[in-house]
């Protein structure tokens, strides 16, 4: 895929978002509905094999993605331990033959720290909220930590990418943990990446 086809493909992605009040919540879910619907569509065009979602939560992309396209290799990592156990023995997950994985995806081997806010403006948060995360939270509500297991992409994926199969992300992380996630610049990967575009309100 040369890169003028790629930029096209990117643009497309952000006049999709473009088409609603992205400051209302109202907005923000139909805009991520709508980009969610418009990144499976164009999996048929690109040179993958592998999808892969990062924060993944109830899996529901890489569930929406084994639906249409079942020849795909379809990957969920979810680092939240609470939110694992709540969806890894549900019957979507169960009967869908996509690999949901409890892990978090860094930037080295081993493992991270991993937040639970107990509140959040001093209100109560639940534990498999999607407001958790790797990151501290610049307020002053308590949190407790967990550790977690933690791999590179390289590590997950170092057979597909020693054989030149292509995979696309969906990575729903804050813009703050992207630096340092891919460690392969050697490597030609192709990699599409949609990440949330309200950060700071999580934080």
């Known amino acids: ?20 009040d992205l400051s209302s919540m109202q907005g923000r879910q139909w805009s991520t509905q709508r980009i969610t619907d418009f990144f499976i569509n164009i999996q048929h065009l ?3 094999q592998s999808i892969v979602e990062i924060g993944a939560h ?10 249409k396209f079942p020849q795909f290799n379809v990957f969920a990592y979810e680092a939240n331990p609470y939110v694992y156990e709540k969806y890894i023995n549900t019957p979507a997950i169960q009967n869908s033959a996509i690999h949901y994985e409890h892990l978090a995806v860094s930037n080295y081997d081993g493992d991270v720290t ?22 501290e939270r610049k307020t002053n509500d308590s949190t407790t930590d967990i550790t977690v297991k933690c791999n590179t992409l390289d590590t997950l994926f170092k057979n597909e990418l020693s054989h030149n199969q292509g995979f696309s992300l969906w990575i729903v992380i804050l813009k703050e943990m992207m630096p340092g996630l891919f460690l392969a610049p050697d490597w030609d990967i192709n990699i599409y990446v949609r990440w949330i575009w309200i950060q700071e ?3």
């Open 1 to 20: 895929m040369t890169i003028a086809y790629s930029d096209i493909l990117l643009l497309q992605m952000q006049q999709q978002a473009m088409l609603f």
């Open 46 to 48: 690109l040179p993958v």
């Open 58 to 67: 109830e899996a529901g992309f890489s569930l929406s993605v084994k639906k």
């Open 114 to 135: 991993f937040h639970i806010s107990n509140t959040i403006q001093a209100k109560q948060e639940a534990k498999d909220s999607k407001r958790h995360s790797i990151l």
């Open 201 to 203: 309100k999580f934080l």
